[in-house]
C-alpha cells in the first residue's frame, strides 16, 4: 500500500543514502527526496534511482531554480519537491516530465501553484498554518488535489492533520537527522508509518 508521505532526508550523504534507502522502502515509504542544500545531492538522487527507482519515487527538495530542475532529472529523479511557489520551477519540472510539489502557504499560492501545473501542494510550514489554516483552505480547494502537510507533522497529531484534510505528511527530522543509522532509520520509519496507518484508519470511520 503506498502511502503519501516524503521522507525527507536533509543533510544525507552518498555514501549512505542507499541503505537508507533500502529501509524506508521496507518500511512502507516509497517516496524519498534530498533535499539540494545536502552534501552532493545530485549524487544521492542517482545512487537512489539506480537502487530504488523502480520501486520508489526518488527525487529532490529545497528546488529553488529551474537550472536545478534539469540536474534533477539528469540523475534520475521524477519528484521536485520547492519549499515556494515558483512558476518557472513547476513549468521546468512538467516539461521534464516529473512531479511538482511546491510549498504553499496561502490560497493565491495555491490556485496560482495549480494554474502552473503542480500535481499538489506542500503545505509549508505547516507549523505556522496548523490544521485550522487547512481546513480553511480545504473550503475552496477542488477535493481532487491533494495536500501535504509539512514542517510540524507528526505522529503525535497526524490525526488532527487528517481531520483537517491532508493527504499525507512530508517528514524530515523526525525521520531522519544527520548522522542517524539506517537501523535507526528504519525504527523511527516503523514507528511513523503505524502511526499514519492508524490515524488514517481512524479518520476514514468518522461519520
Do not use: H
Not at 2 to 19: F, M, Q, T, W
Not at 80 to 89: E, I, K, R
Request: aromatic share 4%; with cysteine; proline share 8%.
Amino acid at each position: 500500500m503506498s502511502r503519501p508521505i516524503i521522507a525527507i532526508l536533509r543533510g544525507v550523504r552518498p555514501d549512505e543514502v542507499e541503505d537508507i534507502g533500502d529501509v524506508l522502502l521496507a518500511s512502507g515509504i516509497d517516496r524519498i527526496e534530498v533535499p539540494l542544500n545536502s552534501p552532493d545531492p545530485y549524487d544521492s538522487i542517482a545512487r537512489l534511482a539506480r537502487r530504488l527507482g523502480d520501486a520508489a519515487m526518488i527525487g529532490a527538495g529545497t528546488v529553488l531554480e529551474p537550472e536545478q530542475v534539469a540536474q534533477v532529472a539528469a540523475a534520475g529523479g521524477r519528484l521536485v519537491v520547492s519549499p515556494d511557489m515558483n512558476p518557472a520551477v513547476i513549468r521546468a519540472t512538467k516539461a521534464a516530465g516529473m512531479a511538482s510539489w511546491p510549498g504553499v502557504m496561502t490560497p493565491s499560492e495555491c490556485f496560482a501553484a495549480l494554474r502552473t501545473g503542480a500535481d499538489g501542494l506542500k503545505l509549508f510550514p505547516g507549523s505556522l498554518i496548523g490544521p485550522a489554516g487547512l481546513s480553511a483552505l480545504r473550503a475552496v480547494l477542488p477535493k481532487s488535489v491533494a495536500v501535504l502537510a509539512v514542517g510540524g507533522a507528526a505522529p503525535v497529531n497526524f490525526a488532527e492533520w487528517f481531520a483537517a484534510g491532508a493527504d499525507g505528511f512530508g517528514i524530515g527530522t523526525a525521520l531522519y537527522r544527520p548522522g542517524d543509522s539506517a537501523s535507526e532509520v528504519g525504527r523511527k520509519a516503523n514507528a511513523i508509518v503505524a502511526a499514519f496507518d492508524s490515524a488514517r484508519g481512524a479518520d476514514r470511520q468518522r461519520p
